[in-house]
């Protein structure tokens, strides 16, 4: 099988740590496949709330809703090691964006993971995709 590669933007807007917890360790005493998404989601959060939105599901009357996400696992990651998460807003239609971010081990100072998730932004009153709010934009591109 051909190894797919996720492209990664020229830069990012946000970055943020994260120290690997047990809890994250898998029986093979390395980071587990199915935690890398959980740290991306937090890291979405976080970089939500830098742009100056209290929780993640609320943007000018929209919440995000996650439609595709995509992994490349690089390098193993151990318990203790310590992360930096970067995250990029990148590739705006009218009602969706990219997330991509970034997972660098600065323990081992080597890359452990990419992720991309394609987020629609949603309408919970009437339970439908809307556009991407403007204001969530301006925000974006002002970093």
């Known amino acids: 099988m051909s190894r797919r590669s996720i492209a990664l933007p020229e830069r990012f807007q946000f ?9 994250d360790v898998n029986v093979a005493n390395h980071l587990a496949a199915d935690r890398i998404p959980s740290i991306a989601i937090e890291a979405q959060l976080r ?6 939105y209290e929780e993640a599901t ?28 970067d995250v990029a807003a990148v590739n705006f239609t009218a009602k969706s964006v990219d997330l991509a971010f970034r997972l ?12 991309r998730n394609t987020m629609l932004f949603f309408d919970y009153d009437s339970k439908s995709v809307c556009n991407v709010p403007a204001g969530f934009i301006a925000k974006v591109t002002a970093i």
């Open 15 to 23: 970055s943020t740590e994260y120290t690997v917890l047990y809890s």
């Open 47 to 52: 970089f939500v709330i830098a742009l100056g």
């Open 58 to 85: 609320a943007f000018e009357e929209a919440g995000l809703i996650m439609a595709h996400s995509e992994i490349s696992y690089i390098s193993e990651t151990h318990y203790g090691d310590q992360l930096r998460v």
């Open 104 to 115: 660098f081990n600065l323990t081992k100072n080597i890359e452990t993971a990419r992720l």
